[in-house]
């Protein structure tokens, strides 16, 4: 059902854009500014340049991104954000602010919780 709908619903087609683990992340980093590869990778230590390479292509493929390269050596790409791609920053600037919303809600969250267990604990030592 879920391929039915894609190019048809717009929460089904973007959810298949954005399916990859650091899709938003690379997306956000190149709306920054344009980059090589391997700042890309230096920016997410984490992600392999295997899954760099493979989320590049797709975001490619979906026109999200730019991949320029040079004529030159040693051979020089860049990647950037397309016009489509740029159109998307706004949502990621909502993202950001809804992110850092949330996590304030879990540290609150976490300061109340935090709170009761001190509660409970002094509770129960009291009733000793």
Not at 4 to 11: A, H, N, Q, V, W
Not at 16 to 26: P, R, V
Not at 57 to 65: A, F, N, Q
Not at 116 to 123: Q, W, Y
């Amino acid at each position: 059902m879920e391929n039915d709908l894609f190019g048809i619903c717009p929460f089904v087609t973007t959810q298949k854009i954005l399916t990859g683990k650091w899709t938003l992340l690379i997306m956000h980093c190149l709306s920054e500014r344009t980059l090589r590869f391997n700042e890309l990778q230096r920016t997410l230590p984490s992600l392999t340049s295997t899954t760099l390479t493979k989320q590049l292509r797709m975001l490619e493929d979906h026109g999200l991104i730019i991949r320029t390269v040079y004529n030159q050596i040693p051979p020089r790409v860049e990647y950037s954000l397309s016009d489509l791609g740029k159109n998307f920053k706004p949502v990621l600037d909502e993202l950001e602010i809804w992110g850092n919303q949330y996590i304030e809600f879990l540290k609150n969250k976490n300061q109340i919780s935090d709170q009761t267990n001190d509660d409970t604990n002094k509770n129960e030592m009291m009733s000793f």
